[in-house]
């Protein structure tokens, strides 16, 4: 009897339980230019996936060598680099061209996919 119930038990929850779905997380961020100027952009990222992509001009371009753990994010773009802290939303931004160096500081905060962002 015991053994039956356990078997049922263990069946239906076969039946209930689904794989584990990516969820994206956006992330609205800005940042300080070398000329002062305040730069915004829109990033999505997924934990299970391990990617990050920036949204950029409709269009979303994934990041390379993205590394996502319990407490950063960190990415490559073409001419940036981005690690960003999930402790307290801090942002640092490396250009990679060689007349930009240094590093740029700003902040992320979770908020909603923006207008015309592609559904994953």
Same mark, same amino acid.
């Given at each position: +009897?015991?053994? =039956? +119930? +356990?078997?049922?038990?263990?069946?239906?929850?076969?039946?209930?339980? &689904?794989?584990?779905?990516?969820?994206?997380?956006?992330?609205? *961020?800005?940042?300080? $230019? !070398?000329? =002062?100027?305040? #730069?915004? @952009? %829109? +990033?999505? @990222? $997924? %934990?299970? #996936?391990?990617?990050?992509?920036?949204?950029?001009?409709?269009?979303?371009?994934? =990041?390379? =060598?993205?590394?996502?753990?319990?407490?950063?994010?960190?990415?490559? @773009?073409?001419?940036?680099?981005?690690?960003?802290? #999930?402790?307290?939303?801090?942002?640092?931004?490396?250009?990679?061209?060689? &007349? !930009?160096?240094?590093?740029?500081?700003?902040? *992320?905060?979770?908020?909603?996919?923006?207008?015309?962002?592609?559904?994953?």
């Amino acid at each position: +009897m015991r053994l =039956g +119930m +356990m078997l049922a038990m263990a069946a239906g929850l076969a039946v209930v339980a &689904s794989p584990v779905l990516a969820e994206p997380r956006w992330l609205a *961020c800005k940042f300080t $230019d !070398h000329q =002062g100027a305040v #730069r915004t @952009f %829109d +990033m999505v @990222f $997924d %934990d299970l #996936r391990g990617t990050a992509s920036v949204f950029d001009a409709g269009t979303l371009i994934e =990041g390379t =060598g993205t590394s996502i753990n319990f407490q950063s994010i960190r990415t490559r @773009f073409p001419t940036f680099a981005l690690t960003y802290n #999930r402790n307290n939303g801090d942002l640092a931004v490396s250009p990679l061209e060689a &007349s !930009h160096g240094g590093i740029l500081r700003g902040e *992320c905060r979770r908020g909603p996919p923006p207008a015309g962002a592609p559904r994953s």
